[in-house]
Nanobody
Framework: QVQLVESGGGLVQTGGSLRLSCAAS????????MGWFRQAPGKEREVVAA????????YYADSVKGRFTISREYAKNTVYLQMNSLKPEDTAVYYC?????????????????WGQGTQVTVSS
């Protein structure tokens, strides 16, 4: 069974930092693009960042550009989301997701494998 398990969420003050981790089974990680999504109460799920399976091409939503960084570490089958300068509007449940994709592509839709989510709360 393919699995993604997120960790690293929590409560932080405005301006603070958190690093989310997503541990994947090897079958998920190989040749999969990976993404981070978030869903705030009463809002639709949105893509935050994504990375191609080779790890050299990324996508960021405009709302997080310059503050968040996505990366992946094959040795640990893990993808990370480093979040700096956090704002109250970043409060949401954050989900890790994966999908097969060509080597250079960074898809923002069509993800087929999802983690259970981790809560991030930014206090003002």
């Amino acid at each position: 069974q393919v699995q993604l398990v997120e960790s690293g969420g929590g409560l932080v003050q405005t301006g603070g930092s958190l690093r989310l981790s997503c541990a994947a089974s090897r079958r998920t990680f190989t040749a999969y693009a990976m993404g981070w999504f978030r869903q705030a109460p009463g809002k639709e799920r949105e893509v935050v960042a994504a990375i191609n399976w080779r790890g050299d091409n990324t996508y960021y939503a405009d709302s997080v550009k310059g503050r968040f960084t996505i990366s992946r570490e094959y040795a640990k089958n893990t993808v990370y989301l480093q979040m700096n300068s956090l704002k109250p509007e970043d409060t949401a449940v954050y989900y890790c997701a994966g999908r097969p994709a060509p080597m250079t592509e960074v898809p923002t839709i069509g993800y087929s494998t999802w983690g259970q989510g981790t809560q991030v709360t930014v206090s003002s």
